[in-house]
T-cell receptor, first 114, second 114 residues
Framework: KQEVTQIPAALSVPEGENLVLNCSFT??????LQWFRQDPGKGLTSLLL?????REQTSGRLNASLDKSSGRSTLYIAASQPGDSATYLC?????????????FGTGTRLTVIP | ETGVTQTPRHLVMGMTNKKSLKCEQH?????MYWYKQSAKKPLELMFV???????ENNSVPSRFSPECPNSSHLFLHLHTLQPEDSALYLC?????????????FGPGTRLTVL
């Protein structure tokens, strides 16, 4: 069974700092990997989706990389802002169980201090 | 109203009650999902519907009964639940079920079983 791990579980940084969130997965036969953010009391918002054939995706201040062979992904946030405070979730879709059957990590709770 | 909506947002029920959660998507999508998010655990996929047909049942106990009358609406009928079923129940939708279809989430229903 696919296991997805996110480290650290929580992170506090001062505003303006660049930061990296980590995600690792045990089964490298993934179809895709996605990063979501979840704000308190709200649902998930998709940030970036990386297909298994891709190495990275960028959206604004966010950059996600994927290394399938090592079972790792990173989410890089540049020039962090207080509005970036949220829980960030990593999820993978597998060929075996269906690309849309996502396996999630437990998330990294990010606090950006003004 | 846009996006994915869920009602009610909060629900408290006894173990012998019967209740239903409702999800509606206004995005013209064909696939809908139910997820369960328990404290300190990863998000777990429960059910997937594609064009109103159930395509995934992730070994969910029969006390949870999904219903998808059309591509825009999804229900989760609850009966004789256990306290450990207390969680945030999230609904999501996507255009299709391929690995390139981003899932859009609703705000969730916070369920407490007494």
């Amino acid at each position: 069974k696919q296991e997805v791990t996110q480290i650290p579980a929580a992170l506090s940084v001062p505003e303006g700092e660049n930061l990296v969130l980590n995600c690792s997965f045990t089964d490298s036969a993934i179809y895709n990997l996605q990063w979501f953010r979840q704000d308190p009391g709200k649902g998930l918002t998709s940030l970036l989706l990386i297909q298994s054939s891709q190495r990275e995706q960028t959206s604004g201040r966010l950059n996600a990389s994927l290394d399938k062979s090592s079972g790792r992904s990173t989410l890089y946030i540049a020039a962090s802002q207080p509005g970036d405070s949220a829980t960030y979730l990593c999820a993978v879709g597998l060929h075996q169980t269906g690309a849309n059957n996502l396996f999630f990590g437990t998330g990294t709770r990010l606090t950006v201090i003004p | 109203e846009t996006g994915v909506t869920q009602t009610p947002r909060h629900l408290v029920m006894g173990m012998t009650n019967k209740k239903s959660l409702k999800c509606e998507q206004h995005l013209g999508h064909n696939a809908m999902y139910w997820y369960k998010q328990s404290a300190k655990k990863p998000l777990e996929l429960m059910f997937v519907y594609n064009f109103k047909e159930q395509t995934e049942n992730n070994s969910v106990p029969s006390r949870f009964s999904p219903e998808c009358p059309n591509s825009s609406h999804l229900f989760l009928h609850l009966h004789t639940l256990q306290p450990e079923d207390s969680a945030l129940y999230l609904c999501a939708s996507s255009q299709g079920t391929s690995g390139s279809d981003t899932q859009y989430f609703g705000p969730g229903t916070r369920l407490t079983v007494l």
